[in-house]
């Protein structure tokens, strides 16, 4: 480990648990009867519903469209008859609408073979319209609009393509897996995003315990002639925030209140590039991804690639279930996912993971008053303060909490982790963003 890059400030290493599916192939799985397509599954404004209910789909078609600049398209993931559009809870507890459509009918893609477009010729532009119309959004947990990332604001020029191969949340192995088995297309859709923002370096960050997939990487670069700069990691969480990626692989440091384009840096997570090439190369549609089904309580681990959609409780059923019952089912990873309580929950375009988990893995206690011992602050990445920032968010005293730096928090749990007294601090930083954020709307 001595040597390896990696950012300097807090961090935490619980255990990866990643070997009970780092070796399971990506292996299709059942497409549901009923598919369920969220109209906010990106980060800004939801999409549209542009069907009825009674109307027929096609697989790939259109179902809903972006309502602004930060916004994404939605497609159907299978053929079929809309169903009923209703009203649903996503995994952080927001509501959104959804079309609900009963598959039948023939596929346009499952089956087929896959025609390849040349894509050199096209221009910044048009690729960015491609992916734009065909709903790719960051697959690496934000869902920001792919499209509005690779568009440089005026005057700014990309020094650095920083691609994320981390994958540091405990027990997910998805990105992983990709990066040995889609070694090529990843490599393509970095030429793909290359072309679109033409940055000076080419940069991927992965951690060390993924050996195989820096080799794959490297072998694939090689092959393509692609000048990639393929970095080995320490492993260390969060390293896969954008942030502390950025000071690993670049040394820099983002500004509060930043975004990565401020020193002059774009990245894009290994899933969202794969993704580019699938909706370059082969003209595909967001209507799949892959998600690593996992924990303690699951029969048989496996990495799914999943229809949009899908509910949860089908990609457990098809790892074989439960062991035992879970006292947690967590959409994403255990540091920053969302616990749920309905198995229907669909599947979005956000949903890098699906873990049951024991009281073993939970490690439940019950909260205690904060005993100052500090270890919330030596984890913070960001260097803030959480219990002090909890402490204002617990009395209602956002502005003291955004003016000691709560925007900056990347709700990444570290503080939590380590808190002896198992104070609920992710929680409450996501509560005090969303009163803040709900705050500045209405005044």
């Not at 001595?2 to 255990?15: A, C, D, I, Q, S």
């Not at 059942?30 to 939801?46: N, R, Y």
């Not at 598959?103 to 734009?132: A, P, Q, V, Y």
Request: aromatic residues 4%.
């Amino acid at each position: 480990m001595k040597g390896l890059k990696t950012f300097n400030r807090g961090g935490v290493h619980p255990p990866g648990k990643k070997y009970l599916s780092e070796n399971k192939p990506i292996k299709n799985a059942v497409i549901s009867d009923l598919s369920v397509i969220a109209m906010s599954q990106h980060l800004g404004s939801p999409a549209e519903s542009i069907v009825n209910p009674g109307d027929i789909v096609r697989e790939g078609m259109l179902i809903g469209k972006s309502t602004g600049f930060i916004s994404g398209n939605i497609h159907s993931p299978v053929p079929g008859t809309v169903k009923e559009i209703s009203d649903i809870y996503l995994p952080n507890g927001m509501t959104s609408k959804a079309v609900v459509i009963e598959m039948e009918g023939e596929f346009d893609r499952l089956g087929k073979e896959s025609i390849e477009t040349n894509w050199e010729h096209l221009s910044g532009k048009e690729l960015i319209e491609i992916i734009n119309s065909n709903g790719i959004v960051g697959l690496g947990g934000a869902t920001f609009p792919a499209n509005v990332k690779f568009t440089l604001p005026k005057g700014k020029k990309a020094e650095y393509l920083v691609i994320n191969g981390v994958e540091c949340e405990p027990y997910l192995t998805a990105d992983h897996r990709l990066m040995l088995e889609k070694a090529d297309q990843i490599i393509e859709g970095i030429k793909i995003i290359a072309s679109i923002i033409k940055p000076e370096k080419l940069v991927i960050g992965i951690e060390i315990n993924k050996e195989n997939a820096i080799e794959s990487l490297k072998e694939a670069a090689l092959r393509a002639d692609l000048p990639l700069d393929v970095v080995s990691l320490k492993v260390k969480y969060p390293q896969g925030d954008e942030k502390q990626l950025l000071k690993a692989v670049t040394g820099k440091e983002v500004p509060s209140g930043a975004l990565p384009m401020e020193i002059g840096c774009v990245v894009s997570n290994v899933g969202t590039v794969n993704a580019i090439y699938e909706a370059v190369v082969l003209g595909k549609p967001l209507i799949e991804r892959v998600i690593t089904v996992s924990g303690g309580a699951i029969k048989n681990p496996q990495n799914l690639k999943a229809r949009i959609g899908t509910p949860i409780r089908s990609l457990i059923e098809e790892c074989g279930g439960f062991t035992e019952e879970p006292v947690k089912v967590v959409v994403g990873g255990p540091m920053m996912g969302f616990t749920i309580y309905d198995l229907d929950t669909p599947v979005t375009k956000g949903t890098s993971g699906i873990l049951a988990l024991t009281s073993r893995e939970v490690r439940g206690a019950a909260q205690t008053a904060c005993i100052s011992c500090g270890r919330c602050i030596a984890a913070c990445p960001m260097g803030l303060n959480p219990t002090t920032l909890f402490k204002y968010i617990d009395h209602t005293e956002y502005d003291s909490a955004e003016n000691i730096g709560l925007m900056d928090c990347k709700e990444c749990g570290s503080c939590g982790y380590v808190c002896l007294a198992r104070i609920p601090l992710i929680q409450g930083m996501r509560l005090g963003k969303r009163m803040l954020r709900t705050k500045k709307v209405k005044a």
